[in-house]
């Protein structure tokens, strides 16, 4: 026998479909984050150096794993968490962005949360988690984390002395923040940050070459072409007119020649498993104001990460 549908039944139907897609076009619209720009746009105006990392790009594209590597799972902190709140980043993440200063940490955080796993968490390790606001203590003195839902597939967190600093993600954003370059990982880099690597052994001088620069931007970028390189470092630093452009560029050579000449007074030639190989592996060109610096990343040193 055949069921058929009353007229007044295939209203209701009607009906009920019409309201479910209503309410989810209404929950999309006012979701406040969507897109890059709008987890950037969270973050505190005041922090220096600001970074985003498109996790599931990394993942699609095979390189998450890359950079990941195999310390995370070996540590037993992390997989406690993973295990008693339910959240692995190379898993339920899909996107971050973060921002930092000498004392305050930030991030936003976009993907698959189970938030009722996490304020068990909290709860379980001595926090608190009033309404959709959670705090606990770090391992480090007088430091707290702090986070907070945005939206089902958004949380803010914080990482900082005031044990509330969360609050400071509610949205609105400001859009204070955009996005510095087209890639799925990068960092901006405040002056501050480059006068403190510029005292760094090692990477110092390439720091010192980047002093005067109005911004300095980092990314990751996938090598093409090339089977022994897994990415390409890539660096957009961006100066006041083409004659500081032009001497820090001249300088990033002379630093990267004087490496070279280092290392074989040593007797030592680069190694592509540690910093030497990269660092001596750069080229610099100046486009419109701008350094642009290429570091190929090799899967040795990768692997020597892990």
């Keep these: 026998m055949r069921f058929r549908l009353q007229p ?7 009906a009920i479909a019409i309201a479910a897609l209503l309410y989810g076009i209404d929950s999309y619209r006012h979701r406040f984050v969507r897109n890059e720009g709008d987890l950037l746009s969270l973050l505190p105006a005041r922090t220096e150096t600001v970074f985003f990392v498109d996790v599931a790009a990394l993942r699609r594209a095979g390189l998450l794993r890359l950079l990941a590597g195999a310390k995370p799972a070996k540590e037993r ?3 406690t968490f993973v295990q008693a709140a339910g959240l692995d980043y190379t898993r339920d993440l899909d996107s971050l962005a973060g921002a ?34 959670c705090e606990i203590a770090t391992s480090q003195p007088e430091r707290w984390a702090s986070f907070l839902r945005i939206q089902p597939d958004v949380i803010g967190l914080a990482v900082s002395r005031n044990r509330r600093a969360a609050e400071a993600l509610r949205p609105p954003g400001k ?24 005292l760094v052994p090692g990477i110092g001088m390439f720091a010192q070459a980047l002093a ?23 660096l957009q630093a961006a100066f006041a007119d083409e ?34 190989g990269l660092l001596t592996s750069g080229s610099f060109e100046v486009v419109n104001r701008q350094v642009v610096g290429v570091w ?11």
């Design 243 to 276: 004659a500081s452009a032009e001497a820090a560029r001249n300088q990033l050579r002379l630093d990267t020649k004087l490496l070279k000449l280092e290392l074989a007074r040593e007797r030592r030639r680069p190694n592509p498993g540690d910093l030497t």
């Design 212 to 234: 005067s620069a109005e911004e300095v931007v980092l990314a990751l970028t996938r090598a093409q072409g090339n089977e022994q390189n897994a990415l390409n470092l890539l």
């Design 296 to 306: 190929p990343i090799r899967k040795e040193l990768l692997a020597n990460l892990q």
């Design 8 to 14: 007044w039944q295939s209203l209701i139907l009607l």
């Design 175 to 198: 859009r204070s923040h955009q996005p510095a370059v087209n890639e799925p990982v990068w960092v901006s880099v405040s002056r501050g940050s480059i006068r403190r690597l510029s």
């Design 100 to 133: 930092t200063d000498t004392e305050e940490l930030f991030f936003t955080l976009r993907g698959r949360f189970d938030w009722d796993r996490l304020r068990e968490y909290v709860r379980n390790h001595g926090g608190s988690c009033p309404s959709d606001f």
């Design 77 to 79: 902190d992390y997989d």
